[in-house]
């Protein structure tokens, strides 16, 4: 059953759209265009280039897998393949930049 209240779209710096296969293993990003801190949490992965399925929510009809994500019910809201859940913006850049600059993943994260 779909999430009513999100919309899908795709950052990737080729712009294909991925297979069904290839999003099950991209991160998804729950966020809202006007909230300053998606807006970082957006601008972070999209200055390293990673590729990720961002799912724009609208505020008063939250989906109801960001909810068992994150039930604090914020945007951002950072989630890994391995359902590792990031929400708060500032630890969403973190760990994006620590990735991109040593490869170690969120549980490495102090």
Known sequence: MPDYGVFLYHVSLDRRLPNRKE?????????????????????????????????????????????RASPKATVPVFVLPDHTVVDESLDIMCWDSMTRSTGCSISGMT
């Open 23 to 67: 999003m099950t293993a991209r991160p998804v990003l729950y966020s809202f265009r006007r909230c300053p801190y998606a807006m970082r949490a957006r601008l972070a992965l999209l200055s390293s280039g990673m590729e990720c399925e961002i799912r724009e929510v609208r505020l008063s009809a939250k989906p109801a897998s960001m909810l």
